[in-house]
Structure formats: structure tokens, C-alpha cells
């Protein structure tokens, strides 16, 4: 099976433990067997290779996602990169041509795509092979799955077949109503349209061709910026008339606000936080390093990070990203390939940043041009490159860092390594950074 996972979000209905680089998928929130905790993104990939071992996984996503993936799954999944943000029907274009030109995919095998963070069980990765195995019969150019609905909802746009069949043609879309039109079309037998599609490569490879002006994939790579910004069922889904729907029953949900998420917590404190009387319904998500108390509260969600702190009615919850919206964008932290970085402190002209490496990682050899930095190993060790000389860090170690100088530095293989990275300038940016390659 071939599957494709759409790998997006702005990160802001669960501020603030996600942000532009930290997404919902990746925040580390569902208990594993041995009391670790796993994110979305890594649950759902368990949860395919559970279900068939062989399939062939790529993601699909922003360049400010990449290290995120990377740091959760390793080098074990295909990532189609999008230069920019250009919606889902330039990124389902990108990634087919990926498939076929990078990965190898025949243009007559069949693909499956879906969102990255479903809360669902593995019934769901079982019909998603069903899925593939009917848009191989060549019956219709798409085959969507339709969410048997559990109730009537304004929060999703609804499929109505043309009849009660398993699998059934397509009579109509309607878009997301209000709850008396919802209640209408569970009357009519319409299914929740959870974004989840399945397609012969040749059908997008030729759609793309149609809409767009590319010769390959790097074309098509490098012509990304100037692409369309649209849906792929604006796209393509609306314009289609060959369209079949498979029924689903089994157990789907979007966990896409702190109020839908806290109701599969399977505990109610993560993290340092204690609840003390009187405290109903409340969850806590800390991920400071202080701790969090909560007294006499009922129906409320806590939440805090380097990012901020959230202090919530649950059912309010659901409402914050416009208040987010008007909050300052710096990214507090982050997730990378090789380990992880948090602010601690940031002034008109520095900033604090602790780093943790990971064992044998190593970061990109590269300079900043408008500031210095400061490296104070605390723990581990590692060996560090500056302007092609080599140096090795041991805990208590502090290294200068020019402005305009090259350095890496690698972590140790055993120890991993962890260090006070001080970063002074006028002006500190993410955007102050230069790769080069190693000399």
C-alpha cells in the first residue's frame, strides 16, 4: 500500500504547545505501554506498519516540518517537501510525482491519502488497504472514504452517496452547515468527508499536467512558488464526475482543539502539575520544568510551555486562535533532526537558548552574519568545527563564535551533548543563517 500523509497546520488551536514548526502532530501526548508518550504523528505511522508492514509511507509537508519528522521518525518515511505553502492540491501534485520519479511507483498503482493525525484505531489503516484495493479496479478516477457520522456536526463538509451500499457512487458535496442543515443530511444517508482519498497515480500525474505547466518533478519543484493556491477539491474533487464513496464505521475523531483533545487524555496531568481540591474535569499539560498547581477549578485546560501558558475553560478552548493570532510569532522551540532547542530568555539584543543533541547527530555547517554566539557545554561532549578547525567540547567548555565564522559541531555518540547557546546582536532572526558545504 502506498499512502500519503498531508503533514500541515499553522499550529495555533493548541497554543502553546504548538507553533509554526511544532504543529498538533507533533506533540508527544498519548501513553505508550511503557508509560512513554508518543505523538500523533508517530502513532499513526505505528498504527500503518501495524496494519501492513510493507506500505510505503511519504509524507508531505513544509520545509519548517521536515526536522520535526525527521526527529520523531528518523530517516524511516519518504518526505515530499513543499517550497512554500500552496495548499493541498499543489502538495497531493508534488508528492504523486515524487512517488513515481523519486520512490519508483508505477503510474497504475494506486496511492492513499489522508491527514496525519486522525485519532483512530487500526480498523481505520485496514479499510484505507480496502480503499487502495478499489481504486485498483479502475471502477472510478477517485474513491473517497465516507465517515459513517456518529452524530449531526457543522464541523465537516459531508459526502451523500447515492445510495446505502458499502461502496457507492457519489451524488453530491455539501460544505460544512449549520445544525439543522446537518441534521438534513444524516436524513439523506450523507457520511462525513474526513479528507481521506485514494487515486491511480496517472489520474493526479495527468490532472496536474491539465492545471498545471511543468515538464517533471524538479520542474514542478522548482515552479512551486508560483503555483495556484488550491484545494485539491477545488481542484480536482468538484470537477470529477467518475467518484465513489467507501463507508467507514469504525472509530474516527479530530483532535484538533485542547477541547477534543483532553477527552482522550488517558490521564489527566502531563507533566509537573498537581490537581488539589476540588478540581473536576481539569487536565494539565506542562512542559516547563516548573511545576504547575491547580485548586477548586472545574472544566478547564492548563497548558504550558517556553511557547506560554494557557488558562481555559475547555468548551472556550476551541475559540483561541484568533487571540493567538494577535500574540507574538517567535518561535519559543522546536524540534530538529538532531535533538531539540528551547528559549529560556530573550532581550533587546540576546537571547538564551539551551540545546540538546542527540548521540552521533550533528547540526549544518553554516555561519550568521549579524550576530555572535556562545557555546556553553553542560553535559556530554562533542566535537565542534570552526572555520575548518576542529575542537573538541567537554562539559564546563565555552567556544566563541564570530559573526560571518562556519561551525558544526557534532554530539557524541555515547553521551549526547547539551549546551548554553548565547546568541548577541542588533538583530536576531531566524533568517540570519547560512549552509555551506562541509570543507
Not at 87 to 94: E, G
Not at 341 to 367: E, N
Request: glycine share 6%; with cysteine; net charge negative.
Amino acid at each position: 500500500m502506498n499512502i500519503i500523509l498531508l503533514s500541515g497546520g499553522s499550529g495555533k488551536r493548541l497554543w502553546p504547545l504548538s507553533n509554526d514548526i511544532r504543529s498538533k502532530q507533533f506533540i508527544k501526548i498519548f501513553k505508550r505501554a511503557d508509560g512513554s508518550y508518543e505523538s500523533m504523528i508517530e502513532r499513526v505511522y505505528r498504527q500503518i506498519k501495524s496494519v501492513d508492514a510493507d506500505a510505503k509511507v511519504t509524507i508531505a509537508t513544509s520545509r519548517t516540518q521536515v526536522s520535526s519528522i525527521l526527529h520523531l521518525l528518523g530517516n524511516e518515511v519518504n518526505i515530499s517537501v513543499e517550497p512554500t505553502r500552496r495548499d493541498t492540491f499543489p502538495a497531493i501534485a508534488l508528492a504523486t510525482a515524487y512517488l513515481h520519479e523519486k520512490c519508483g511507483v508505477p503510474v497504475d498503482e494506486s496511492v492513499v491519502v489522508c491527514p496525519v493525525d486522525p485519532y483512530v484505531d487500526d480498523s481505520y489503516f485496514a479499510a484505507l488497504k480496502d480503499l487502495s484495493a478499489q481504486a485498483d479496479k479502475g471502477n472510478a478516477n477517485l474513491v473517497l472514504m465516507g465517515i459513517e457520522p456518529t452524530f449531526p456536526s457543522e464541523k465537516y463538509g459531508y459526502i451523500i452517496p447515492e445510495n446505502s451500499d458499502p461502496v457507492a457512487k457519489v451524488r453530491t458535496f455539501k460544505e460544512k452547515p449549520d445544525m439543522e442543515t446537518a441534521r438534513g443530511y444524516l436524513k439523506e444517508g450523507a457520511l462525513w468527508n474526513g479528507g481521506v482519498f485514494a487515486y491511480k497515480l496517472s489520474y493526479v500525474l495527468n490532472r496536474a499536467h491539465e492545471l498545471m505547466d511543468f515538464k517533471d518533478y524538479e520542474d514542478l519543484f522548482h515552479k512551486y512558488d508560483t503555483l495556484k493556491k488550491i484545494s485539491f477539491d477545488y481542484a480536482v474533487v468538484e470537477h470529477e464526475p467518475e467518484i465513489e464513496v467507501m463507508r467507514f464505521h469504525g472509530e474516527w475523531k479530530d483532535l484538533g482543539t485542547w477541547n477534543t483533545l483532553t477527552e482522550e487524555m488517558s490521564e489527566p496531568v502531563i507533566g509537573a502539575g498537581v490537581l488539589g481540591e476540588n478540581c473536576e474535569k481539569v487536565h494539565i499539560v506542562n512542559e516547563l520544568s516548573v511545576p504547575v498547581l491547580a485548586m477548586g477549578l472545574q472544566d478547564v485546560v492548563i497548558s504550558a510551555s517556553p511557547q506560554g501558558i494557557l488558562v481555559s475553560n475547555t468548551d472556550a478552548s476551541a475559540r483561541i486562535k484568533p487571540y493567538v493570532d494577535k500574540l507574538p510569532d517567535r518561535i519559543m522551540f522546536a524540534e530538529k533532526s538532531w535533538g531539540e532547542y528551547r528559549v529560556l530568555d530573550v532581550d533587546t539584543s540576546s537571547m538564551a537558548v539551551k540545546i540538546v543533541m542527540k548521540p552521533g547527530h550533528h547540526m549544518s555547517y553554516h555561519a550568521h552574519h549579524v550576530r555572535e554566539e556562545v557555546w556553553n557545554v553542560l553535559s556530554g561532549s562533542g566535537t565542534a568545527i570552526l572555520d575548518g578547525k576542529k575542537i573538541e567540547l567537554h562539559p564546563g567548555d565555552s567556544l566563541r563564535i564570530p559573526c560571518g565564522a562556519k561551525h558544526t559541531v557534532s554530539a557524541d555518540p555515547a553521551d549526547g551533548l547539551v549546551m548554553l547557546e548565547l546568541q548577541i546582536g542588533k538583530e536576531i532572526s531566524v533568517e540570519d543563517k547560512t549552509k555551506y558545504p562541509m570543507e
